[in-house]
Antibody, heavy 113, light 110 residues
Framework: EVQVVESGGGLVQPGGSLRLSCAAS????????MSWVRQPPGKGLQWVSSISASGVSAYYADSVKGRFTISRDTSKNTLYLQMHSLRVEDTALYYC??????WGQGTLVTVSS | QSVLTQPPSASGTPGQRVTISCSGSSSNIGSHAVNWFQQLPGTAPILLMY???QRPSGVPDRFSGSKSGSSASLAISGLQSEDEADYYCAVWDDSLNGHVFGTGTKVTVL
């Protein structure tokens, strides 16, 4: 069964850092493009970042470019999102998605002083 | 503000047909395949339609997708109470070099 499970969210102060993880099972990360999507409380979906199946190409929304880094560890079959210089407006439920077909339940990131 | 515009809301009575539009441009919908997602209250999004018109396994055939030029549409025929949800279109945008989601449409079953 294909499954992705996000973790690593929490409360962080503005300017702080956090690393999100997305553990994949039932498929191999290196076979699919993977993405991070976020949803601020009460608002719509926002694409954050994607990595190609080969792992060679990474793409970022302008709002996170230079602050967030997407990566993966194929030996652990886990996707990551390293977030630095966090802002209040980064507060959201962060989802991991496998080629858009399989989504996790999300992990909540709250940026507040 | 998203580059993909959807109506904020749509509604219908059980059995009716509801159509949701997604308006974009030549750099996104006009050049790439559109996906549609359904998000039931308090749950993660579900892929409802991919490559403009293709339904993933398990999606009822009363959901259908279409595209013309820089606009796409999702139609729900025979509306049911369980269709009450938020719906989002999504597509790659060449100008932004990234994916974009539509503004979202809340469907209410009256």
């Amino acid at each position: 069964e294909v499954q992705v499970v996000e973790s690593g969210g929490g409360l962080v102060q503005p300017g702080g850092s956090l690393r999100l993880s997305c553990a994949a099972s039932g498929f191999t990360l290196s076979s699919y493009a993977m993405s991070w999507v976020r949803q601020p409380p009460g608002k719509g979906l926002q694409w954050v970042s994607s990595i190609s199946a080969s792992g060679v190409s990474a793409y970022y929304a302008d709002s996170v470019k230079g602050r967030f880094t997407i990566s993966r560890d194929t030996s652990k079959n886990t996707l990551y999102l390293q977030m630095h210089s966090l802002r209040v407006e980064d507060t959201a439920l962060y989802y991991c998605a496998n080629n858009w077909a399989y989504w996790g339940q999300g992990t909540l990131v709250t940026v507040s002083s | 503000q998203s580059v993909l515009t959807q109506p904020p809301s749509a509604s219908g009575t059980p059995g009716q047909r509801v159509t949701i539009s997604c308006s974009g441009s030549s750099s996104n919908i006009g050049s790439h395949a559109v996906n549609w997602f359904q998000q039931l209250p308090g749950t993660a999004p579900i892929l409802l339609m991919y490559s403009d018109t293709q339904r993933p396994s398990g999606v009822p055939d009363r959901f259908s997708g279409s595209k013309s030029g820089s606009s796409a549409s999702l139609a729900i025929s025979g509306l049911q109470s369980e269709d009450e949800a938020d719906y989002y279109c999504a597509v790659w945008d060449d100008s932004l070099n990234g994916h974009v989601f539509g503004t979202g449409t809340k469907v209410t079953v009256l």
